[in-house]
């Protein structure tokens, strides 16, 4: 019994190593060349006679390459795409480290300074931020740093053509500035007394007037059309009397015309090149005596020519404004001065320039009260209101600005036209509306207060180059490059 089980206990206990799998050999596993192993096993002959045979032709084929220490240089044969990565890499890496502002629009002011579109669309703060930082890792920081020196040294610049010059002047022009003082203050005086009778006038009044004014205004019509040269009419000014106007033209020539027949009066021969301007005096046809000075022309060549009313054949006198007995030289603007007006007190006088500022001068102190700044491009014309206070600019900017002398300040913006603007005038009496000519071939006419539309005065097949309005305010005239003027007068 006892063997019997001892060989059960044997039996048992062998059956699990019968079961258990056999151990397989795995192959060795080689990492990096098999040159230097191949070249042992050739060298030890263990490979057979086929296996030489199909080495050696593998090798004379060029499917199995064993070098003679020959090395190939990877980094010489980086490809273009490689890098354009590698250089993306590296500009990220810049970007990383360049700190840019969080405040909006100082990110904003950088993007312009650098050239590169402030916003685009559907773009917040921060992909902003993150654009201006990117630019920035192209470009470099010193980009911007030298775009802000050259924006501060511009600002300089222009700081330094914005300052007023005083210098000291002759004992002529203190004279002239008392005789303007003792001008002027008794119309300022005058003025003053009659708005102050025209503020007791019912408001029921004021306002049936006003609206009869701008009934007549509406109902404006060409009723004169004159060719008055062969050559561009570039201004037109009536007398103070409303009886002639006299225009200025390209070829040279300033020509009276009567009105409202629209005959040749005289003929002004004396300029040799284009005639800019030409203007009767404040009391020629009124006070004044024909024999004395009663027109003031000028020209591109820098002449000026006056004019009296008693002979027209050759009867005029030249002054050369370089001459020593000139009473005032003022300097204040950086570019050319394009137009002049006078305060309807005689104490003050506004200029335009093509600097695209205006400047209003005190006759009586010789300095500048008043700075005109807004425009974005050349004032081709300024007018003072009969109010005292109001004063209207025209630019090339297509607009006309209105500016308060009290509040020293533009209190109304007028987008008036589809080119430059060429000239604006109020009403003379009153200054009840404002007209404007431009070079889109139209003149319009504008409501005073309120600056609404009220007449298209459209007829001109070229640019209006000039226009005025009659003292009595009834007729109004338009010059033209269409070599032509034309009268307009309510029916």
């Avoid at 002239?176 to 006038?201: F, T």
């Avoid at 409202?260 to 020629?284: E, Q, W």
Wanted: proline fraction near 3%.
């Amino acid at each position: 019994m006892a063997s019997s089980r001892a060989s059960s206990t044997a039996t048992k206990t062998k059956a699990p190593d019968d079961l258990v799998a056999p151990v397989v050999k795995k192959p060795h596993i080689y990492y990096g060349s098999l040159e230097e192993k191949e070249r042992e096993r050739l060298a030890k002959g263990e490979s057979g006679i086929l296996g030489k045979e199909g080495l050696k032709a593998g090798i004379e084929a060029g499917n199995i390459n064993i070098t003679s220490g020959e090395v190939f240089e990877i980094e010489e044969h980086i490809s273009e795409r490689q890098a354009e990565v590698l250089a993306e890499f590296e500009r990220r890496k810049r970007a990383r480290q360049i700190n840019v502002s969080t405040d909006d629009s100082e990110v904003k002011a950088c993007l312009r300074a650098l050239g590169e579109p402030i916003t685009l669309f559907g773009e917040g703060p921060a992909e902003r931020r993150e654009r201006l930082r990117n630019i920035l890792s192209v470009v470099g920081t010193d980009a911007l740093k030298k775009t802000k020196k050259d924006d501060e040294k511009s600002k300089k610049s222009k700081e330094e053509y914005q300052q007023t010059w005083y210098h000291e002047g002759p004992n002529s022009l203190k004279v002239a500035r008392l005789w303007i003082a003792n001008y002027s203050l008794p119309r300022a005086m005058k003025r003053l007394e009659e708005a102050r009778l025209h503020k007791e006038i019912p408001e029921t009044t004021r306002t049936s007037q006003m609206q009869e004014l701008h009934k007549s205004l509406r109902s404006l019509n060409n009723f004169c059309s004159q060719i008055g040269d062969d050559r561009p009419i570039s201004y037109c000014h009536f007398s103070p009397n409303s009886k002639m106007l006299a225009t200025a033209c390209w070829s040279g020539l300033c020509k009276l015309w009567s009105v409202p027949d629209c005959n040749l009066l005289h003929t002004l021969r004396g300029h040799n090149t284009n005639v800019g301007a030409i203007v009767f005096h404040p009391k020629s046809t009124v006070s004044l005596d024909q024999k004395d000075v009663n027109l003031a022309s000028c020209a591109a060549d820098g002449s000026v020519k006056l004019w009296s009313l008693d002979s027209y054949d050759r009867s005029w006198r030249l002054w050369d404004l370089e001459a020593q007995e000139e009473i005032l030289h003022q300097e204040g603007h950086s570019m050319g001065v394009y137009d002049i007006a006078f305060h309807q007190d005689g104490s003050l006088a506004g200029t335009g320039g093509l600097d695209a500022f205006g400047r209003v001068w005190d006759l009586r102190t010789g300095r500048c009260i008043m700075f005109l700044e807004g425009h974005l491009k050349e004032i081709y014309g300024i007018n003072f209101s009969p109010n005292g206070y109001h004063i209207a600019t025209g630019s090339g900017d297509n607009t006309c600005k209105v500016w308060d002398l009290r509040q020293r300040r533009c209190v109304y913006t007028i987008p008036a036209h589809q080119n430059l603007v060429t000239g604006v005038k109020f009403e003379p009496i009153h200054g009840n509306f404002l007209l404007t000519g431009a070079y889109d071939n139209t003149a319009k006419i504008w409501t005073h207060p309120g600056w609404s539309p009220l007449k298209t005065l459209a007829g001109h097949e070229g640019k209006v180059m000039g226009l005025d309005i009659s003292s009595d305010g009834q007729l109004i005239a338009t010059c033209s490059y269409d070599r032509t003027f034309k009268l307009w007068m309510a029916e």
